[in-house]
Structures are given as structure tokens and as C-alpha cells.
């Protein structure tokens, strides 16, 4: 089946600092990639859709300055969290669909992120 | 936008039991309907799915059923056991995909 990749699966770092996070589709392209925040015991909330060769569409509340999105190929998109803080550590997971297929998505296994 | 409610938050069942979760969306477009399965810090699973043109599915003791006229969907577990222990979130799709809150199972031995 599909396989989606994250990298790293968890990182710590220090306030104020940024974080690059990769997701990647292993075995399949993916026309857009859906980037996910979890909070403990939460639902998985959808921070924003990226598609490839143009710029994320993000949800209401999430700030596009903060959490930079690319989408520079059909397998591989980074979501960047600049100049993180303690609120911001979170369990990030990115989901991706097939090509021009179903609506399934396939998610990744997450990264934890924790800010100190 | 689309919004998701799922019920009940917990459930627990003695092994064996069914169990049953259900979950209203808002946007009658909808018209992909998943639900995933959330082991503790781990990934979500598709479970199930089932698109709006279908009524029922089932897939061994899993089944979901979706009425679209009242715009909500139900999780049916039958012969529980432990390792169903999880949480589940269903999720309606139309562009993107929006998860309810999630149950947490817990399946007593």
C-alpha cells in the first residue's frame, strides 16, 4: 500500500528557534499533502493543504508566517515552524493523497515536537 | 466549512459486547466518510470508509453506515476484544477532510 514517510519522528529544541519538519510519499506521488496538529487526547486539527508547484492553502487561525509550507515535488513536502515556542509543541502529522486517485488519505507517522 | 460531531467522547465495553459510535456532519457536499483508528502516539489507521453513494459496508466485524438525508454515520464493532482498545476518529471529506473529536474504546477482558 501507499507509504508516507516523517522526518524527524520527534525533536526538541529551544525557544526560538525554527524546526523543519519532511514528509514524504514513498511509493506513490501525491498531488497535495494535508498537514495535521494533534494535541494530547485531541483530534487531529487540519492547519493547512499543500499542493505542488503552489503556495498552501491554510485554515483559519493558523498563521502561514509561522508555519511555512513547501511543496516542492509530487513526494516531498516540509513544514517549517519558525521561531517555535512552548505552545507550539504539538504532534504533527502530514496525510497525502494518490495521484489523480481516491480520496484516501495516507498518513505519515507523525512528529512530536517539543519546545523548551 | 465542514464540521464534524462525533459521540460518545468514551466508551467502554466487556469484551465481546458491540460497540457503536456515531457522527453528524454539517456540509451536505461531503461525500467521503473514513474512520481511523489512533493507537497511542502512533499514526491513524483507516479502518473503514465508505462514499456517500452507499448506504452500508461492512468488513469482517466492522460495519459503518451513512444516512445522508439526516447527514450522519456510524462505527459498528460486533464480537469486541481488547486490542480494539483505541481511539477512533471518523472524518467527513468533501476538498479536505475534517476528523470528529474521537472516541476513546476500551474493550474489558
Known amino acids: 500500500g501507499a507509504v508516507v514517510s516523517q522526518h524527524p519522528s520527534w525533536v526538541i529544541c529551544k525557544s526560538g528557534t525554527s524546526v523543519k519538519i519532511e514528509c514524504r510519499s514513498l511509493d506513490f506521488q501525491a498531488t497535495t499533502m494535508f498537514w495535521y496538529r494533534q494535541f494530547p487526547k485531541q483530534s487531529l486539527m487540519l492547519m493547512a493543504t499543500s499542493n505542488e508547484g503552489s503556495k498552501a492553502t491554510y485554515e483559519q487561525g493558523v498563521e502561514k508566517d509561522k508555519f511555512l509550507i513547501n511543496h516542492a515535488s509530487l513526494t516531498l513536502s516540509t513544514l517549517t515552524v519558525t521561531s517555535a515556542h512552548p505552545e507550539d509543541s504539538s504532534f504533527y502529522i502530514c496525510?497525502?493523497?494518490?495521484?489523480?486517485?481516491?480520496?484516501?488519505?495516507?498518513f505519515g507517522p507523525g512528529t512530536r515536537l517539543t519546545v523548551l | 466549512g465542514e464540521n464534524v460531531e462525533q459521540h460518545p467522547s468514551t466508551l467502554s465495553v466487556q469484551e465481546g459486547d458491540s460497540a457503536v459510535i456515531k457522527c453528524t456532519y454539517s456540509d451536505s457536499a461531503s461525500n467521503y466518510f473514513p474512520w481511523y483508528k489512533q493507537e497511542l502516539g502512533k499514526r491513524p489507521q483507516l479502518i473503514i470508509d465508505i462514499r456517500s453513494n452507499v448506504g452500508e459496508k461492512k468488513d469482517q466485524r466492522i460495519a459503518v453506515t451513512l444516512n445522508k438525508t439526516a447527514k450522519h454515520f456510524s462505527l459498528h464493532i460486533t464480537e469486541t476484544q481488547p486490542e480494539d482498545s483505541a481511539v477512533y476518529f471518523c472524518?467527513?471529506?468533501?476538498?479536505?477532510?475534517?476528523f470528529g473529536a474521537g472516541t476513546r474504546l476500551t474493550v474489558k477482558p
Open positions: 472524518a467527513a471529506s468533501r476538498d479536505d477532510m475534517r
Open positions: 496525510s497525502a493523497n494518490l495521484r489523480g486517485g481516491t480520496d484516501t488519505q495516507y
